[in-house]
């Protein structure tokens, strides 16, 4: 990655920022994908639980297979009603569907975990079925892994949250410092790191504020006041920002002695070694102009995106775009009726003005793309790529451009004068290339 990384300055649309995180009621029913349904290698974990079981909030309901998924466990109490098949944002899994008795009441055998050493903790991490919540649901577990092999001196907390409208890293940071700190307190203790630097983007003061104190007496952690562009919280940019590190081809950011999580992952990390209650709830943003009361809502896992308006208040006009996440990196959604995963930190609905999309032109060869790219990469050799239909010869200029280094961030797209589509494209050549590798691996050649 070249070293001048390039930002963009965008409108921040955070109007839920002084918005404290409100609990929904309990959902009539919720549906729990088996698969994190947002990454193009994730695997399924396998049902636990048959249609007709009982169960608890915090009972294992699907087992975790490799590092490619997580546990899952019932967010609220009911009957199993089904086990079937259910597709939302592009993407195919098998979910389990419980039906709430209204009671949400808490699965009895969850102990307080009690690790001893790296070993057990990564394991108690593994069964807590905290993922990525910043939007790539890598189970935590597997991540923190890289420290049975490196020493992990510094350890970067992920505060940015640059995205716009999405607030909830923001409001977590503020409503959550006990388990900051505890998240803190474990990596200390397990991964034995020295440093630990927030990076938190200036525009939230008050979490800025709320860090410094809350680590006033603890010299290991610094909080780092970091400008407010675009992508500043992607892996890649808040590294070098907040090291000066840079991760080259191939290369792993653990093997440079460094880890990023982000806050609320640690949070809930933390959480499971207070309660022994696993991954079952987290924060959301809702925002849009179509949502009539913009909030911060505590929601269990696999709620209904109707559950949530409702919550807010309902729509205000017709949805025009229903996003997962936010305006730049947010995957488009079917309809009201997809449900919440563990890594979706916001749920934009836009009304049909500002979801209109302008027809996509040629391109006319400005390079603004390229020069914008954070990683240096060039998106209209994708682009070019996915119109070459012999597969083969599409794979090599795609595995050439390095197309998996692409992190999606949008901001090629974002500056196009054609409004060519350039980040879904990138997504659909990293699909390409991601099953034309499986197929070759798995046919031998
Ligand atoms: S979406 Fe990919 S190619 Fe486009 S700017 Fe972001 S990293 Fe670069
Ligand atoms: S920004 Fe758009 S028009 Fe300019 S080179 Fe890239 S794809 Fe072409």
Known sequence: MRKNISTLKLPHYKSTAGCAAVRIPVPKEVLLPVSPMNSHSATAAEPVVQVG?????????????DRG???????????????????QGGRKSIAIRIESDGKMEKYPDLPIPQPTNLDEFLECVRLSGTV?????A??????????????????????????PFITSDHRAMLECGDLVKKGVELLKQFLGSEEFIFGIEKNKPDAIEAMK???ADDPAV????LSSVYPQGAKQVLLYNATGKVVKKGERLASLGVIIINVSSLIKMAEYFVTGMPMVERIITVDGSAVKEPKNLIVPIGVSVRDIVEACGGLKEEPGKILFGGAMMGKTQESLDA???????????????????????PCIHCGRCVAVCPLGLNPTAFDRAMQVED???????????QVKVCMECGCCSYVCPSHRPLAANNNAAIGFIRSWERAHKEGGK
Request: proline content about 3%; hydrophobic content about 40%; overall charge neutral.
């Open 391 to 401: 597969e083969e010869k599409r794979a090599e200029i795609l595995t050439k451009e």
């Open 69 to 87: 998924s997580s546990d899952i466990h019932a967010s609220i109490s009911g009957t199993v009603k089904a086990i079937e098949p259910c597709a």
């Open 222 to 225: 610094k909080v780092l006041e």
């Open 132 to 136: 990525g919540l910043g939007g790539a």
């Open 213 to 215: 104190k809350l680590f």
């Open 138 to 163: 890598y189970p935590v577990w597997a991540k923190l892994s890289a420290a049975q092999k490196n020493h992990i001196g510094t350890v970067l907390i992920n505060g940015a949250e640059c995205e």
């Open 53 to 65: 079981d009982h169960v608890r909030v915090g009972q294992l309901i699907a087992k975790e297979k």
């Open 339 to 361: 449900h919440i995963l563990k890594a979706t930190n916001a749920v934009v609905i836009m009304n049909q003005k500002d979801a209109a999309q302008t027809e996509p032109s």
